[in-house]
């Protein structure tokens, strides 16, 4: 699932990105995240985060474009304020340290001028063909044209 609309800024030379999110009421998590009261599920503000960085990652180290990049920790998460359909989420990240395949980023997330998350995350990446496929990821023919 693509958890980012557009990259609005990278800046290379300070190993930072920023990445938008616009958030709308029809995304399929809020009908049960909550009842009532549509509330971004933290998890995907997270997911959000690590997908902006993962572009960065992309621009800065061009050794790892065509790898997969996933998620291995997470750390000092913190959600200050509830993000809500209508929000504009606008997703900051920077490169701490990038090793052959290790990535660890720094991110916060603001809505209207406002942090409403941060955390660091330490990705890895992996030659696609190594990852584990699940029974929904099965490998789909091309279609064959007449």
Known sequence: MLMVDRIVEIQEEQQSIVGIKNVT??????????PNYAVMPGVLIVEAMAQVGGVLVTVLA????????LLASVENAKFRK???PGDQLRLQMRLERLKRNVAKMQGIATVDGQVVAEAALLCVLSEPSSAP?????????????A
């Open 25 to 34: 009421g029809n995304e399929p998590h809020f009908p049960g995240h909550f």
């Open 133 to 145: 496929k699940s029974e929904s990821a099965r490998e789909v023919p091309e279609p064959q044209l």
């Open 62 to 69: 061009p050794h790892t474009r065509g790898k997969l990049m």
């Open 82 to 84: 509830p993000v809500v």
